[in-house]
Structure formats: C-alpha cells, structure tokens
C-alpha cells in the first residue's frame, strides 16, 4: 500500500508546490519581509522536508531539525489573519500548479485541508485594529481549485470545501 507522498508523485511533487511557493513569497509585500533573502533557500528545504514527512515521505525534517514544533518555531514570526490568509492564497496557487494526474482532486483536498488547518493554528498575532477587516486580498477559502462544482477555489470560491455543510 503507498502513501499519500507516494501516490502524488513523491519528491517531485512536493518539490515543485513548495518551489512555486517560494517563487511567490520572494515577491510577496506580507510573507516576504518575514524571510530573509539569504535564507529562503533553506526555508524552501524546511517546508518541503515538513511537508514530505507528514505526508508519507522520508523523516528528513525530523532527522535534520527534530521534532517539528510548528507553534514554537513559527512565534517569533507575525502572523495574524493577513499573514494566514496570504500564506494560503499564495499555497492555494503553488498546488494549483501541479496537474490533475499528479494531484487528484480529493488528493488535492486532502493537501488544502490540512493546510488550512495548520495556517490556522499558526496565528499568533491580533489583527491590524487600525484596518479591521482587511486581510490582505484572501480569504481562508482560497485555495486550490477543485475543478468541482461547490469547492473553493482561486476561480470562484464558496467558502466551502467538500464535505462541508
């Protein structure tokens, strides 16, 4: 029986989503001044070594860094609903990148899932009080599209993911 890392393509494919990722943040007026220019690259290796191993993949993280300790590693990082909600849109866009055939839709939502989960769990910072409501231009539900009617996606989003009422 394969894993899920193994059944979307393994390295290859975890490689591209967080590369894209990255491209994306390098640029990126939220998520970039969080990253230091000269260790993005090690960045991008942390997420995909992460990612990889939760999902099915080698223990690299947990061999290179330990355990991963996601809160305590990310609390010296601002990270409030804007931060989340970048990090999901510009997440929402790297998976996007990859084809149906590598990442089939309920894998694809299996993936969108657990990132919404863990962006959320990772806000650790009050909103900006002195522009409520603005969230930097995405919202929790932009993520990856679908190509199913009722799902969220970067091309018209519900709100909703499957299986929710």
């Given at each position: 029986?394969?894993?899920f890392y193994?059944s979307?393509?393994g390295e ?5 989503i967080?590369h894209?990722?990255?491209?994306q943040?390098?640029?990126d ?16 290796d ?16 947990n061999?290179r ?13 601002h ?8 990090w ?13 055939d590598?990442?089939?839709d ?9 990132m ?6 990772l806000?650790?910072a ?14 929790p ?11 969220p996606?970067?091309?018209g ?5 499957p299986?929710?009422?």
């Amino acid at each position: 029986m394969s894993t899920f890392y193994e059944s979307v393509g393994g390295e290859d494919t975890f490689r591209a989503i967080v590369h894209e990722f990255y491209k994306q943040v390098r640029h990126d007026d939220i998520l970039g001044p969080m990253y230091p220019a000269e260790d993005l690259e090690g960045a991008e290796d942390r997420l995909r070594w992460f990612l990889a191993q939760y999902w099915g993949g080698p223990q690299e993280f947990n061999e290179r860094r330990g355990h991963p300790r996601l809160r305590m590693r990310h609390a010296h990082f601002h990270i409030d609903t804007a931060a989340r909600d970048r990090w999901l849109e510009l997440m929402g866009k790297a998976i996007d990148t990859v084809d149906r055939d590598t990442l089939p839709d309920e894998h694809r939502a299996a993936m969108w899932d657990h990132m919404e989960r863990v962006a959320h769990m990772l806000i650790n910072a009050p909103d900006d009080p002195a522009n409520p409501g603005v969230h930097g231009g995405a919202t929790p539900a932009t993520g990856p599209h679908l190509g199913v009617p009722g799902t969220p996606g970067a091309h018209g989003s519900t709100g909703r993911h499957p299986g929710q009422p």
